[in-house]
């Protein structure tokens, strides 16, 4: 006989689009990326893993609670490891790809160490495919609006513990007040729930589940690629960052680096708000290598499928009239 998960009849649910698939279909399904970090910690067990110091505290606290050694490496002007980075049998090597913008760094790394000790942090690059090495991880929540969701591609056994449904409803204000009210309404409350990410591992929440099931996934990249070449027309001439541009597909953000001081404030306070890469990571970096210039210097622009030109130009229109007030907006 038949059997449903929900009873049938009854009052409605918050009404979503018909049920798709995931975009990844076959990975371990965690509640965020540090959680999915730490499963894959305690599964491999590894002697020490090298870590790039441009990365943020939260990746770094499954390998302080496991008390696995970190070994720290700088990045290059191309954003690969350095020279100094070879791991022993037992290590490990964390490589995040930044900003979705790394595609060919990825394939150079894959090609430079032993893939069974690599490990691709793909929480910046959702629609970078996983890597043929010993892990890749994603975190769901930077682009998307779901209240948590980390996944984990390995062919280690990792355990997936289960997870109290009602957490995810408590990370779930700030989604709702935004769509109820603006941006500034839900921001403790996204604080708040931010709060709640530990690195214990737990299972990503069935509202996530159901919630990126119904996500358009092609159109989500058609329109971060969209924006993206917007605003890299626009403002690619102001831009100091490296990246290769050209091949953008899905990106994270648009990437840019400027020194003018004062712009991010400028931003804010036109309501265009922008996160920043890692402040934690500043007493790691070296002051003059390139992970201390994106610190004090890069601005993630939003890019991503809630806007279309129509935004790309009010960012366009604030920026380059912040950087060239002479020419009037």
């Not at 959680?35 to 390998?63: E, Q, T």
């Not at 496991?66 to 990045?75: A, E, F, G, N, R």
């Not at 969701?149 to 056994?157: D, E, K, N, Q, R």
Request: contains cysteine; hydrophobic residues 40%; glycine residues 6%.
């Amino acid at each position: 006989m038949t059997k449903f998960s929900d009873a049938i009849g009854g009052y409605f649910p918050l009404e979503l689009p018909c049920l798709q698939g995931h975009f990844y279909p076959n990975l371990a399904l965690f509640s965020s990326a540090r959680g999915a970090f730490y499963a894959l910690l305690m599964s491999g067990k590894p002697d020490a893993v090298w870590v790039p110091r441009y990365i943020c505290d939260a990746m770094l606290s499954p390998l302080e609670t496991l008390q696995i050694p970190v070994k720290y490496y700088s990045l290059d002007s191309q954003l690969m490891p350095g020279s100094e980075v070879v791991p022993a049998q037992n290590e490990w090597v964390l490589w995040v790809n930044y900003f979705g913008l790394c595609e060919v760094q990825r394939q150079k790394l894959l090609a430079r160490f032993n893939p069974r000790q690599l490990i691709l942090d793909h929480s910046q690059a959702f629609y970078s495919p996983p890597g043929d090495c010993l892990a890749t991880l994603y975190s769901a929540r930077k682009f998307f609006g779901v209240p948590d969701g980390g996944l984990l591609a390995t062919s280690l056994p990792v355990d997936v513990p289960q997870t109290d449904p009602l957490v995810s409803l408590n990370r779930s204000a700030h989604l709702l007040r935004r769509l109820a009210e603006n941006a500034e309404s839900g921001f403790a409350a996204y604080q708040q729930a931010e709060e709640t990410f530990t690195e214990t591992p737990s299972a990503m929440s069935q509202l996530t589940e159901t919630l990126l099931k119904t996500i358009d996934y092609q159109q989500c990249k058609v329109a971060r690629n969209e924006n993206f070449r917007f605003l890299h027309q626009h403002l690619g001439r102001f831009n100091e960052a490296a990246f290769d541009n050209a091949a953008a597909d899905g990106a994270l953000c648009y990437p840019f680096l400027n020194r003018t001081s004062g712009l991010r404030q400028f931003l804010n306070n036109e309501r265009i708000y922008t996160p920043a890469y890692w402040h934690d990571a500043a007493g790691r970096v070296m002051p003059s290598g390139i992970e201390s210039n994106f610190i004090n210097h890069l601005i993630p622009l939003p890019v991503d499928q809630r806007y279309g030109i129509a935004e790309m130009e009010f960012i366009v229109e604030k920026v380059a009239y912040f950087l060239n007030p002479s020419a009037g907006v």
